[in-house]
């Protein structure tokens, strides 16, 4: 009775769907087959187990011998040398980010033996909240790589890790001959996924979404191999704090599984493990920078909603689909997917339904990301896992549909979709990227030459974080308090500056109506007055100007800083303010020490780069790469 019989039914289960093997579905395992069998005896499960292990012996023989599954294995090789060709192209065309150059700070300080500071002999700073991304930017930094490219080789990274995803999509679902290349070559597209291209810039996007992919398959694909999942949650947790929730719940459903595969026990031993793994990362940086939460979420904390019942679950479908609705391309790919699945769903319900419950962690980050107050959000970042994501399902739902039909005019209804979506995704990443590169800020040029103006004896006091800081070793202050321990908990009073007694303070005007104070004037720099700042001030604004203030309470830290620098300003009387036309209006303010030696010389900086006098100087050049003439 335990013989032919069952062997024959459980081969004839796994054969009527090849794509039970896609993200979300239950690979060909004994466990899970005994799982399904009510009934069996361990004798019985013993049977299953051997049977499914003779024909994936079989399968991975039949594999082998496709020359075109095996061309598989150099897509993710390619997918990396080409991300980082377009990464170092970028460098030489134009300058990272600007939050990029925030973390850079912080890793040339840590190289260089100053700690996890903002500015070298400064407070310890958890501005840099991505911290495995800082510590492997850090080791590559300190092997002699420059930073900028120590993220492209990363990113590269991340690129070949989303790529081997999508190719082993492919394998599990069974495909052979050519149509299993031409699947598998989708791969190299996640070189161009928008938001993921913020991996270009300096940021961490494009491995952090292609880690938070991998976990989503690791979970669903590994068996035995499952009680691994937790360390690999708290690593990707690790690379961004928005991760921790969702990886939370991919904990919770790689302990669903695990039950099933009879490896619940030793999955709980290494959850206890990696808690206290956690524990003692977080006890570590408690200790080390004296503050329970990094400072971005002590700033951005102050401009979120206050949370409801009611806010949390209408923001559950009302922020991805507004997200959605917000962007043609992602409009094309849920389309498409949608149109796909759709073939097969009637036949194949199940393996749908298991899909939505691993990518369910996507949806949870999104509705983080969306109700979370989104500073910076360069390419779409914050989203970049669930765009690689939606990227990686409507391949499945293409793979899908292609082995669900039969004839020739639905295939090609399925390859037009795919390719469709897909090239329209490719395209509009590719178009971002040109937008960036093309942009050519004046601070790209004058934050090298203003770093080298000024020397450790001098203070800046800031709005914008990122290149001034950079390039120069003066003492900085963020004034915001994205990187100030000072300013993440209180506002810059006038106290603070007056003991601070920066020789530079610059922030961006733009929520002042300065720039149609002067949208006649035609200079790129303009010596204004401290009364006109004032004078631009919005009404509900100047109770601020007039009293300060000494907690934030509801008040935006951005907001509060910008209206507290001006109010300095006027009650010092010992700044000459200059407006420089940033774009095409006049959004940043420079107030500069009368009497400070530099004066003269930074003034003609913003005059020769705002006005575009100088040539432009790409990262490359400023760095002096191969090739370059700087």
Known sequence: MTGGHEHGASDGANRRDPASLAPGTVASDPLDEAARAPGRGESERCDVAASVADRTEIERRDASSDVWLRSLRYVPWITALLFAFIGVRYLYRAHPSEDAFILFKYVENFVHGYGIVYYEGGP????ATDFLWFLVLSGLRFVGIDVALAACIAGAAGAALASYLCCELVRRCALRGPIALAFGCAGIG???????IAGYFGFSAMLYAASFLALACFVSWAERALVWTPLF???????RPDGVVPCILFAAIGLSRARRFGVGARYAAWSAVTLGLGAAYYAWRLDYFGLALPLPL???SRQT???TPWRIVTSTFAIPIAWIRNDVSLESMSIAAIVL??????RRWRGALRCAIVFAPFLVHSVMMGYATQMQNVAGRFQAPERLALYFVLLWCAIRAWQSSRRVLPRALVAALCCGAIAHELWWGKHTLRSYESAHLYVDDFAPEFGRLLGPERVVALTEAGRLCYWTRARVEDTIGLNTPRTALAPPDLEYFESLSPDVLMFHAGLTSLRIALRDRKEPVVEISTDLLAQCLRADYLPIYRDGITTYGKDVPDTVAVILMARYLAKSGNYDVYAVKYGNFFNHVYAIKKGLPEEARIVELLNETAGGRVPYRSYAEVQHFWFTSG
Not at 233 to 239: D, G, N, R, T
Not at 341 to 346: D, E, N, Q, R
Request: hydrophobic share 65%.
């Open 341 to 346: 699945l759709g073939f097969s769903v009637a």
């Open 124 to 127: 310890h700073a958890e501005g």
């Open 233 to 239: 949650a708290l690593v990707v947790a690790l690379i």
């Open 190 to 196: 996640v070189v161009y996924v928008n938001a993921a």
């Open 298 to 300: 002590y700033v951005k």
């Open 305 to 307: 909603p206050l949370l």
